[in-house]
Structures are given as structure tokens and as C-alpha cells.
């Protein structure tokens, strides 16, 4: 005689049988002719929690058939084509919550996919930073600083720095010829 593959929905455990055995609800298979109960899955738009249910997709996620959050391990046990929920486009989460989503303020800065996607050199929450470095530009790109942005830190403590130094200069000048030299050179460079 000859096999019939079973359905999708059901699976048969051992060669032979006569009957397929039914996933519970709402647990399917990916394919006909599954041979385990663990090819029973959830279904597309929902992911299997911790405790074996099946549960909504998260707003924010979009949850392929099967998707389990085991898989959401860093861990090199899980198979690299394993489902799980993933982050849509405009949405961010963090591994070590996988399940709160965060809506980005700009939907570039949060490409989608695993969790604590970053549009380049973003970071953070929602991507809302950028690396060290690098600035948020008008479009909303994070953009390397140029030289003179570096130093702009100098621009305002170099005169901050001169400041102390003309009041010591004035309070150890004794004569006024000197005191007033001195003026003269350091407001010069109090603006440089």
C-alpha cells in the first residue's frame, strides 16, 4: 500500500501509522508530510512565548510562522534561520527586552530586523543618538564632525582661560604704564 502524506496541521510520529495526529490550535505546520509534533508551530502574526503559547504579535514587530522568543538568543545553539519576532521599519527594541518596542522619531533611524538595529552610526534607544563624534544633520543622518567641530571646545575655553589670567595680571601690576600693556596684549588674545 502505498503513504499519504499528512496534511498541513498535522503530523505523523512514527512510519507506518495509519492516521495523522492534529496540532493543537492554533499551532500549524509549515509543510505537509511533517513527522514530529515539534513541527507544530504558530502562525504567521503571532510567536510562541516562553511558556509554550501562542501569542499576538507586538505593534512595532512583524512574526513570521514559527517564530519562538528563544530564538531571540544571542546564543551560536540557535539556527541561524531560526524565526522570530523581528523589528519592522520605524520600531526598536533591545535584547534584553525583546518585547517592548520603541517608535522612532524618524523611521531611517530604526531600519527593522534583530533587535538594537541602528541606521549608521546611530545608537541608543529608537536610535534617538548618535556615536561618538558624529552629529544629528538637518535630513537626520548621523554625519562625522569636521575638524573645526571638534575644536570648538577650545573657541570657548581659551577666553574663559584668559579671564583669570588679565584679573591676576591687573591685581600684580603696581604701576598703570604696565597694567595697561598688559590689557593690551591679553584682550587681543582673550579673542583668538
Known amino acids: 500500500s502505498s503513504c499519504t502524506l499528512c496534511g498541513l496541521g498535522t503530523y505523523v510520529s512514527t512510519t507506518g501509522s495509519t492516521g495523522c495526529i492534529a496540532c493543537s490550535a492554533p499551532l500549524s505546520t509549515a509543510q505537509v508530510g511533517s513527522t514530529a509534533s515539534t ?3 504558530c502562525p504567521d502574526g503571532t510567536y510562541r512565548d516562553d511558556s509554550g503559547q501562542c501569542r499576538s504579535c507586538p505593534t512595532g514587530m ?3 510562522a514559527g517564530s519562538t522568543l528563544e530564538h531571540f538568543s544571542r546564543s ?3 539556527p541561524i534561520n531560526a524565526a522570530y519576532p523581528q523589528v ?9 527586552d525583546p518585547l517592548s518596542v520603541y517608535e522612532c ?3 531611517a533611524w530604526c531600519p527593522g530586523g534583530p533587535p538594537e538595529a541602528c541606521a ?7 536610535c534617538g543618538n548618535c556615536l561618538e563624534g558624529y552629529f544629528r544633520d538637518v535630513s537626520g543622518k548621523c554625519s ?8 570648538r571646545g577650545l573657541v570657548v575655553a581659551l577666553p574663559t582661560l584668559a579671564i583669570p589670567v588679565i584679573f591676576w595680571m591687573a591685581l ?6 604696565t597694567w595697561y600693556r598688559a590689557v593690551n596684549v591679553a584682550g587681543p588674545l582673550a579673542y583668538i
Request: charged residues 15%; hydrophobic residues 35%.
Open 62 to 64: 512583524t512574526c513570521a
Open 172 to 177: 600684580n601690576t603696581a604701576d598703570a604704564t
Open 39 to 41: 513541527s507544530c508551530i
Open 144 to 151: 562625522e564632525c569636521s575638524s573645526v567641530m571638534r575644536t
Open 88 to 96: 519592522a521599519r520605524g520600531y526598536y527594541t533591545t535584547f534584553q
Open 105 to 107: 522619531l524618524d523611521s
Open 76 to 78: 551560536s545553539s540557535v
Open 120 to 126: 549608521e552610526s546611530a545608537i541608543g534607544i529608537a
